[in-house]
């Protein structure tokens, strides 16, 4: 029986990268040979187990045969006699199928890996030496989510390119109706982690070229090619404007609910019932769905609430719900700013709207809500009055943080 490191820590570890992930491929055993060994069974689809003491997952080595379309159509062989190569030929890109075995003495949650035992038959370390996605073999046609895996792939490794004959090679696979089969939960599965890579503009510039993104994500195709709104830059049309606002987005680390407003907020501007649509076809997490549906709903007031006397801006932060849920109006402003300097020329400059917005609403928050309700109440108000007269306080409130902002700065002018 022998052990391999294989994947993505052999690939990281290649490249000067902090190894996260340790993914053990097991050859030469049986399921009860490691059972027998305090392994524990987990593989639903194959044999995968956990280990005894370190709880990281060990798979047999396998093959696979696709039997139908889409990415449940497989028949996996999992037996002592297949070998370590065979295995390696199953996975998508050279990169990625490359194995070596552990440092000995390696602890739990340090493992080190033995850079002189790689076993690379297929090319992995060329290509990563040239900074080429490049699929393993033909069979990679049988699996359609690896389309969205290279492309996901292209978003982390932004100075990678896809190899002519994958790109081909998806290109068909999408001509033949292959992305079809993809179900709702892979696409988004993928797609989320694709907007958390550090350049997640090229896992939609993969996808567009070879046809895919047109199949799953039709709402978004639709904006290259289209002019810009006024409001932007006239030469960007809309998609690669998009772009810009999601590599702001990776640039000022924002979390996922923020990264998926800013690739919803154009689809918004005509319509939020496009975004519902297009939730509920990938079942988008709550989280995203309604801090995109804000976004894409308040951004045109957001960026121009400078101009906003202290009504207005209270009517803002009780339509983005910021008083019930601050944390996520601070996401919002986020969101916000990424779409501001996502605008051509507009990469560095500052976007004073979020912390004015955040200032107007700590003022606002500072009004003691229960005493108001009580003078309310002893008033003989109820229901819609009571309520009133929380805003009204609210805005008196953002209306003095105004008057004392304004002073403070014609001080700091002078005469």
């Given at each position: 029986?022998?052990?391999?490191?294989?994947?993505?820590?052999?690939?990281?570890?290649?490249?000067?990268?902090?190894?996260?992930?340790?993914?053990?491929?097991?050859?030469?055993?049986?399921?009860?040979?490691?059972?027998?060994?305090?392994?524990?069974?987990?593989?639903?689809?194959?044999?995968?187990?956990?280990?005894?003491?370190?709880?990281?997952?060990?798979?047999?080595?396998?093959?696979?045969?696709?039997?139908?379309?889409?990415?449940?159509?497989?028949?996996?062989?999992?037996?002592?006699?297949?070998?370590?190569?065979?295995?390696?030929?199953?996975?998508?890109?050279?990169?990625?199928?490359?194995?070596?075995?552990?440092?000995?003495?390696?602890?739990?949650?340090?493992?080190?890996?033995?850079?002189?035992?790689?076993?690379?038959?297929?090319?992995?370390?060329?290509?990563?030496?040239?900074?080429?996605?490049?699929?393993?073999?033909?069979?990679?046609?049988?699996?359609?989510?690896?389309?969205?895996?290279?492309?996901?792939?292209?978003?982390?490794?932004?100075?990678?390119?896809?190899?002519?004959?994958?790109?081909?090679?998806?290109?068909?696979?999408?001509?033949?109706?292959?992305?079809?089969?993809?179900?709702?939960?892979?696409?988004?599965?993928?797609?989320?982690?694709?907007?958390?890579?550090?350049?997640?503009?090229?896992?939609?510039?993969?996808?567009?070229?070879?046809?895919?993104?047109?199949?799953?994500?039709?709402?978004?195709?639709?904006?290259?090619?289209?002019?810009?709104?006024?409001?932007?830059?006239?030469?960007?049309?809309?998609?690669?404007?998009?772009?810009?606002?999601?590599?702001?987005?990776?640039?000022?680390?924002?979390?996922?609910?923020?990264?998926?407003?800013?690739?919803?907020?154009?689809?918004?501007?005509?319509?939020?019932?496009?975004?519902?649509?297009?939730?509920?076809?990938?079942?988008?997490?709550?989280?995203?769905?309604?801090?995109?549906?804000?976004?894409?709903?308040?951004?045109?007031?957001?960026?121009?609430?400078?101009?906003?006397?202290?009504?207005?801006?209270?009517?803002?932060?009780?339509?983005?719900?910021?008083?019930?849920?601050?944390?996520?109006?601070?996401?919002?402003?986020?969101?916000?700013?990424?779409?501001?300097?996502?605008?051509?020329?507009?990469?560095?400059?500052?976007?004073?709207?979020?912390?004015?917005?955040?200032?107007?609403?700590?003022?606002?928050?500072?009004?003691?809500?229960?005493?108001?309700?009580?003078?309310?109440?002893?008033?003989?108000?109820?229901?819609?009055?009571?309520?009133?007269?929380?805003?009204?306080?609210r805005v008196q409130a953002v209306q003095a943080w105004l008057g004392a902002s304004t002073a403070q700065t014609d001080r700091a002018v002078g005469p």
């Amino acid at each position: 029986m022998d052990i391999f490191i294989v994947g993505g820590a052999v690939r990281d570890a290649l490249l000067g990268l902090e190894v996260a992930d340790h993914d053990w491929v097991v050859v030469g055993a049986t399921p009860e040979e490691l059972t027998a060994q305090g392994y524990l069974p987990v593989g639903k689809d194959f044999p995968v187990f956990l280990h005894p003491q370190t709880r990281q997952e060990y798979a047999l080595a396998r093959t696979e045969r696709n039997t139908a379309r889409g990415y449940r159509g497989f028949e996996v062989y999992a037996a002592p006699d297949v070998t370590l190569e065979q295995d390696l030929a199953r996975r998508d890109l050279t990169i990625n199928s490359i194995a070596a075995r552990a440092l000995p003495g390696s602890a739990e949650g340090r493992i080190g890996i033995d850079l002189d035992t790689l076993v690379d038959p297929y090319g992995g370390r060329r290509d990563l030496a040239g900074k080429v996605l490049r699929h393993v073999t033909e069979a990679f046609r049988e699996d359609p989510v690896r389309i969205l895996r290279v492309a996901r792939f292209a978003a982390r490794f932004a100075d990678f390119t896809v190899a002519p004959e994958t790109m081909a090679l998806m290109q068909g696979m999408v001509s033949d109706g292959e992305v079809d089969a993809l179900v709702a939960e892979r696409v988004w599965q993928e797609l989320g982690r694709g907007l958390m890579e550090n350049t997640p503009s090229r896992m939609f510039e993969v996808l567009r070229e070879c046809g895919a993104l047109r199949k799953l994500l039709p709402e978004v195709d639709k904006f290259w090619g289209i002019g810009q709104r006024a409001e932007c830059h006239p030469e960007v049309d809309a998609g690669m404007h998009l772009m810009r606002v999601l590599d702001m987005s990776a640039q000022l680390q924002a979390g996922l609910p923020v990264r998926f407003a800013c690739l919803m907020i154009k689809l918004g501007s005509d319509s939020n019932l496009i975004i519902k649509g297009f939730c509920e076809r990938l079942r988008v997490p709550t989280d995203c769905r309604e801090l995109a549906d804000v976004v894409a709903r308040e951004h045109g007031n957001i960026h121009r609430s400078a101009e906003f006397g202290a009504a207005a801006l209270v009517q803002l932060l009780e339509r983005c719900d910021a008083f019930r849920k601050p944390q996520r109006f601070g996401d919002v402003l986020l969101a916000c700013e990424c779409d501001a300097r996502g605008r051509l020329g507009l990469k560095n400059p500052a976007y004073p709207q979020r912390q004015r917005l955040a200032q107007a609403l700590q003022a606002a928050q500072s009004v003691a809500t229960p005493m108001v309700a009580q003078a309310a109440q002893a008033a003989g108000l109820a229901g819609p009055e009571i309520g009133e007269m929380i805003h009204t306080a609210r805005v008196q409130a953002v209306q003095a943080w105004l008057g004392a902002s304004t002073a403070q700065t014609d001080r700091a002018v002078g005469p």
